[in-house]
Structure formats: structure tokens, C-alpha cells
């Protein structure tokens, strides 16, 4: 399998080289005062994460733009495994529209466009992959959905778990959707006045339109980046999940991915069901 390769043509987010370690390095005493002092995170299950071996990370993640937890989430990573050791996380397509700073910063960080051409680069060149099938739907979720795991309805990370052969970790937090209060998502509204007529602001769909409370904008509304509140955080990673049969024809089973979706749903649910009850004693 070609792998994408960094020249000047390549669009931003299709690139594995852009992954810098010494970036990453640079990166983690202020990671790590956060960590420890802002978000004061109590992280767990780090054991399971198997030596040696590529995996699919997935995970669900709250917070909005910031999504706290799953850069604490990354920091344990580049800590206990080191920063060269690979992983590479998908980053949903509209972030890449424009090539600036903050898709500069993600790159280096090893983060890569959601598509299954370069999941599948990635595990090609031995890395592990990292993906919040839930993307914005699931990072803006209402505060009373805090503690579910929403997907969307997205199974394009059992397909791709499937065809590549590689075990899913779950990966699970309590805690960020307190750095952000979101209040309601009135994208439908939205969403039917642009059926009739009325054009996206900007000229994209942003797919999620949030009402929330939060720094720096008080009362924020739509999905603008946003500076997290100070909240603990507890992180879990999960028992690892390897489904009986794997390939191209099991990929393909519809059936089969629904239920190994459903399979990974409700193993994540419980277990997030379990990281509540510890937040709360």
C-alpha cells in the first residue's frame, strides 16, 4: 500500500510525515501542568492498551472544541509510551478547509484527515489509530446526555477495525462536559431554514449548532472554540474488544457491523456507567 507522502501538493491532513516528536515533546510540560493542576485528572486502565500490537482507539469526548479530555487522553499516551511511539488520530474533514495554525499544531501532533485512506496508511506503517466516531455530535452533546455514549449512528470504525484486523480499546472520561455547559443543539432549526433558502453562515454545514455556557464567550452560541472551565477529569481506557470474525466480507456484512457496533456501544456504556459511580464518591 502507497502511503501519502509530505510534499508541497499535499493537502493539509493527508500527510503521515507531518507527525513531529519534538513538537509533541515541547508540548507535554504544558500538558502536563494542566493534568495535574487544572484538570487534576485521575486516569485508569492504561494496562490494557497491548505492547507491541496495532489497536483502534475509540473514544467518546466532551468538552466542544477544546475536547479536554482527549488531550489528556493523548498526554497519558506520549507519557507512558513515549512520543515516538506512533499513534494518529482522525480529525474530521472540515477541520483541514483551511490550512492555519490550529491544523498546523494537529499535524504535528499526529493528527490525520478522517478518511479510511489514511486510517489504513496509518496501520500500514505500523502506527495505531485514534478516532472519536461521535465528532462534533458527540463533543457537543447537551449536558443531560453527559453520561452517553453517542456515536451518531457512525460504524465506519467497526468496518475499518474489520478490514484491518486490529482490536478496539475503548476509551472513556467523565468530567469535560463540565468545562463546557452545552444547553441545546438547535441545528434542526437551522438545518430547515437552509432547505429553504437560507444559506450556511460561512458557506458550510456545520453539522452541530450549540447553545452553551463557557469561557470565553459566556453564553456561546454555535460551535466556536472555547477555553475549558477547570473540572476533574477521571479517564478510563477499557478492556480491549476483538470480534469473532474479521476481513473484507465481514466488512461488508451489514448485519455483522451492526451488531458488532452495538457490541461496542453497550461494552462502552457500561463501562462509562462505572467511571460515574467512581466520580461521584
Same mark, same amino acid.
Given at each position: 500500500m502507497s502511503i501519502p507522502q509530505n510534499t508541497n501538493a499535499t493537502?493539509?491532513?493527508?500527510?503521515?510525515?507531518?507527525?513531529?516528536?519534538? #513538537?509533541?515533546?515541547?508540548? /507535554?510540560?504544558?500538558?502536563?501542568?494542566?493534568?495535574?493542576?487544572? #484538570?487534576?485528572? @485521575?486516569?485508569?486502565?492504561?494496562?490494557?492498551?497491548?505492547?507491541?500490537?496495532?489497536?483502534?482507539?475509540v473514544g467518546s469526548h466532551?468538552?466542544? /472544541?477544546?475536547?479536554?479530555?482527549?488531550?489528556?487522553?493523548?498526554?497519558?499516551?506520549?507519557?507512558?509510551?513515549?512520543?515516538?511511539?506512533?499513534?494518529y488520530g482522525l480529525m474530521h474533514p472540515k477541520a483541514w478547509i483551511v490550512d492555519n495554525p490550529i491544523s498546523q499544531m494537529a499535524a504535528k501532533s499526529g493528527a490525520i484527515i478522517a478518511h479510511p485512506k489514511m486510517a489504513r496508511a496509518a496501520f500500514a506503517s505500523g502506527a495505531s489509530v485514534l478516532v472519536y466516531p461521535g465528532g462534533a455530535q458527540d463533543v457537543f452533546r447537551p449536558h443531560a446526555?453527559?453520561? @452517553?455514549i453517542y456515536f451518531a449512528g457512525r460504524?465506519? #470504525?467497526?468496518? /475499518?477495525?474489520?478490514?484491518?484486523n486490529v482490536p478496539i480499546i475503548p476509551i472513556i472520561s467523565v468530567g469535560a462536559h463540565d468545562t463546557l455547559f452545552v444547553l441545546a443543539d438547535i441545528y434542526p432549526i437551522l438545518a430547515q431554514l437552509n432547505s429553504w433558502g437560507i444559506p450556511w453562515l460561512g458557506g458550510f454545514d456545520p453539522e452541530v449548532f450549540p447553545i452553551?455556557?463557557?469561557l470565553p464567550w459566556g453564553l456561546g452560541i454555535g460551535p466556536l472554540p472555547n477555553i475549558p472551565l477547570p473540572s476533574k477529569i477521571y479517564t478510563h481506557v477499557c478492556?480491549?474488544?476483538?470480534?469473532?470474525?474479521?476481513?473484507? @466480507?465481514a466488512a461488508c456484512d451489514r448485519a455483522y457491523v451492526d451488531e458488532c457496533y452495538n457490541l461496542v456501544v453497550e461494552t462502552m456504556q457500561a463501562e462509562l456507567d462505572k467511571l460515574v459511580a467512581i466520580s461521584k464518591l
Open positions: 493537502k493539509p491532513g493527508w500527510s503521515l510525515e507531518k507527525r513531529d516528536p519534538e #513538537f509533541i515533546k515541547s508540548m /507535554l510540560p504544558v500538558m502536563g501542568w494542566l493534568y495535574e493542576n487544572y #484538570f487534576r485528572v @485521575q486516569a485508569s486502565g492504561w494496562e490494557n492498551i497491548p505492547r507491541n500490537e496495532k489497536i483502534l482507539l466532551s468538552g466542544g /472544541l477544546a475536547a479536554p479530555d482527549m488531550l489528556m487522553m493523548m498526554y497519558d499516551w506520549f507519557r507512558i509510551f513515549g512520543v515516538e511511539s506512533p499513534v446526555m453527559r453520561h @452517553q460504524k465506519g #470504525f467497526i468496518k /475499518l477495525a474489520l478490514r484491518e452553551y455556557l463557557g478492556p480491549g474488544i476483538k470480534f469473532p470474525h474479521y476481513g473484507h @466480507q
